[in-house]
């Protein structure tokens, strides 16, 4: 008998009009940011240099639940969504779970991955605002490829800082960026002074998202009508990436059921936040018992050994100071194939959500990774990314415990991206070479002595 699968769509009316804002809802709102000059909480115009105002709004808005997805965006969203909730029976076969798991796909976007739902938010506010153009950092590429994609829809310049080891590692990233119009720089690179100083110190730097996040801020600071762009880690990043969760909210009803577990991988918490905000409102107002896991690399466990305290979001200290769950802003990742997960720190709103027990965090070895990447692929037909291939990873835990107990749990993870452009990684772990990196006690705790106690 063949493997089964079975997908669910929405019309396009039933597309959402608005996303959804968990900082409304939640018990305890997150700590401000700290405005590092005047260690005062952050007002919403000390961000305008760098952000289109709108977004800057956005971070900081803790009363609106809802805000209306711009007709522009809503037009642009219906080239790829929505996106398909899909009953993975082929996985649970393979698996011999009675859990029934289902995943939400946002590897069908144009650029594989869920990183357009916010780069054509940003890109549309740039633009209403006469924002000429857009830099921002990448890691693995996909929120540069998203933001590239997102820039030239809206007739926008975009200038991307990609992390060295990636920029080499995944050269066909960049062909995308350049394919889009974008104009792509290795960093740390020469033309900025957080990249010079990080080269003088050490030549071979093969650079981080802290870094690349440096640069692009120094030349949006330093370029007129120019602004920068996040693929992560900000609140407004989440807010738009609630569309995957309303929209699978919708579509678990069309299944009939009603997610026990809901996982995401973990970079800075956008597609996690994604999937389970829109589920989270339902334990805050309604008693829903739903579990949120959050998949981090074992190789950047901030979430699972990380500490909350206020600091950096960038390596050079340019951006504000964030109450987050951070192993410290110099902290540098291994150089793991999940690019997009090897970022030191966690969202604000992720981080207090944590604090307070309303969700949990388990860490994934990059080989365990890739197994459950290959046993997906094989069961499901879809060659997942790196990144995505943690939370199947953390969905497989799950599952298996439901085959001891017999528990019949209705499992939903995100499906963050997929991993054609990534084959690289697939060769090494096929090969037998693929590495897994631990983090010391002391490496952690080393990084984390060195921050400044703000508070
Ligand atoms: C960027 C990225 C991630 C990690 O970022 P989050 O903000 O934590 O979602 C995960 N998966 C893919 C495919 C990505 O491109």
């Not at 996909?142 to 990636?166: D, H, M, N, P």
């Amino acid at each position: 008998m063949s493997n089964k699968q079975k997908r669910y769509f929405l019309t396009e009316e039933e597309i959402p009009t608005q996303w959804y804002n968990i900082q409304a809802d939640m018990p305890n709102k997150p700590l401000p940011p700290i405005n590092p000059a005047t260690k005062q909480p952050l007002k919403a115009e000390d961000l305008f240099p760098v952000f289109a105002e709108e977004l800057c709004r956005q971070e900081l808005n803790q009363t609106d639940a809802w805000i209306d997805i711009p007709e522009e965006v809503r037009e642009m969203y219906k080239y790829y969504r929505s996106t398909p909730l899909v009953r993975a029976y082929g996985l649970e076969k393979a698996i011999g779970t009675p859990a029934h798991i289902y995943f939400k796909n946002e590897s069908v976007s144009p650029v594989g991955s869920h990183k357009l739902n916010s780069a054509l938010a940003q890109a549309y506010y740039c633009k209403k605002q006469g924002i000429t153009n857009v830099t921002t950092e990448t890691g693995a590429g996909q929120w540069g490829a998203a933001l590239s994609y997102a820039a030239k829809a809206f007739g926008l310049e975009a200038a991307v800082y990609q992390v060295k080891i990636s920029y080499n590692q995944k050269p066909y990233r960049r062909s995308i960026m350049q394919t889009y119009g974008a104009q792509v720089t290795p960093s740390p690179s020469m033309s900025t002074r957080a990249g010079k100083d990080i080269l003088t110190v050490d030549p071979n730097n093969q650079g981080s998202l802290g870094t690349a996040i440096s640069e692009a801020i120094e030349l949006a600071l330093n370029t007129p009508n120019c602004r920068y762009t996040l693929g992560s880690v900000l609140s407004h990043v989440t807010l738009h990436q609630s569309v995957i969760g309303l929209e699978a909210e919708k579509q678990m009803q069309k299944a009939g059921e009603y997610p026990d577990i809901i996982i995401g991988c973990f970079g800075g918490g956008s597609n996690f936040g994604g999937i389970s905000f829109p589920f989270m409102r339902h334990n805050i107002k309604d008693g829903k018992t739903t579990r949120f896991i959050a998949a981090e690399p074992a190789s950047c466990p901030k979430l699972t050994r990380g500490v909350f305290q206020y600091d950096f979001g960038d390596v050079a200290g340019y951006t504000p100071l964030l109450p987050m769950y951070t192993l410290g802003h110099n902290f540098m990742p291994a150089n793991i194939h999940a690019g997009g997960l090897r970022y030191h720190g966690a969202g604000v709103i992720v981080s207090q959500l944590l604090k307070d027990k309303m969700m949990e965090a388990v860490d994934i070895k990059q080989s365990e990774s890739f197994q459950a990447g290959l046993l997906f692929s094989q069961a499901e037909g879809i060659i997942p990314a790196p990144e995505s291939c943690h939370a199947i990873a953390a969905t497989i835990q799950e599952a298996k415990r439901c085959a001891q107990t017999g528990e019949e749990k209705v499992i939903l993870f995100n499906l963050s991206g997929h991993g054609l452009i990534d084959m690289a990684a697939y060769d090494q772990y096929l090969s037998g070479s693929l590495l897994d990196y631990e983090v010391t006690d002391e490496e952690v705790q080393r990084n984390i002595s060195q921050l400044e106690k703000v508070l």
